[in-house]
């Protein structure tokens, strides 16, 4: 089974500011990394798949980069709407994995 | 517009049975992969299992084999999760999901997740 190790657990964050989330993997995956954010109460949702690629709808503040076993999210200045928890997740491998997830709230 | 609507959470003892629904529209049912994913209170997510879009391979998590079975009606355009055996720590709420491609990629649709707990 490939592990997912987020970090931060949690990033204390201000409004504008630029936020880095890391995700490494145990092994690679390539590229067949996503990022989803989940706000309470609700379903996760895509952000970025394909470690870059942005999914439909996202806003071009968030970016992902990373490949084999190291990835980052970067949301490069903070809205409101962005603070929730993030997860990453390989889907190169069965089982499906997830990381632990990356808390971001407001500072 | 895709939707995945899901129903048959609750409370069960442990011990128990539960099956879950996922009723799909806006895509071509047959065609995808389709997965039910787990959350904890308070926690990370879990894939717990999933199924082609043919129904004929399936794939399960070591913590769920042997006691959830899931399978899918192409005809009716459902998903489903046969839960037995249930214990504690299955508690938790779950998520339908497809997959972006047929047969792989991300999760980009979830349903809007339904809750289990099991507790005497």
């Known amino acids: 089974e490939v592990v997912m190790t987020q970090s931060p657990a949690t990033l204390s964050m201000s409004p504008g500011e630029r936020a880095t989330l890391s995700c490494r993997a145990s092994?690679?995956?390539?590229?067949?990394l996503a990022w989803y954010q989940q706000k309470r109460g609700q379903a996760p949702s895509l952000v970025i798949y394909?470690?870059?690629t942005r999914a439909t709808g996202i806003p071009a503040r968030f970016s992902g980069s990373g490949s084999g076993t190291e990835f980052t999210l970067t949301i490069s200045s903070l809205q409101s709407e962005d603070f929730g928890v993030y997860f990453c997740?390989?889907?190169?491998?069965?089982?499906?994995?997830f990381g632990g997830g990356t808390k971001v709230e407001i500072k | 517009e895709v939707q995945l609507l899901q129903s048959g959470g609750g409370l069960v003892q442990p011990g128990g049975s539960l099956r879950l629904s996922c009723a799909a529209s806006?895509?071509?049912?047959?065609?995808?992969?389709l997965s039910w994913v787990r959350q904890a209170p308070g926690k990370g997510l879990e894939w717990v299992s999933a199924i082609s879009g043919n129904g004929d391979t399936t794939y399960y998590a070591d913590s769920v084999k042997g006691r959830f079975t899931i399978s899918r009606d192409n005809s009716k355009n459902t998903l489903y999760l046969q839960m037995n055996s249930l214990r504690a720590e299955d508690t938790a709420t779950y998520y339908c999901?497809?997959?972006?491609?047929?047969?792989?990629?991300?999760?980009?649709?979830w349903g809007q997740g339904t809750p289990v707990t099991v507790s005497s």
């Open positions: 997740q390989q889907y190169n491998n069965w089982p499906l994995t």
């Open positions: 806006g895509f071509t049912f047959g065609s995808y992969y």
């Open positions: 999901a497809k997959r972006l491609y047929g047969e792989g990629g991300p999760f980009e649709y």
């Open positions: 394909a470690a870059s």
């Open positions: 092994q690679s995956v390539k590229s067949n």
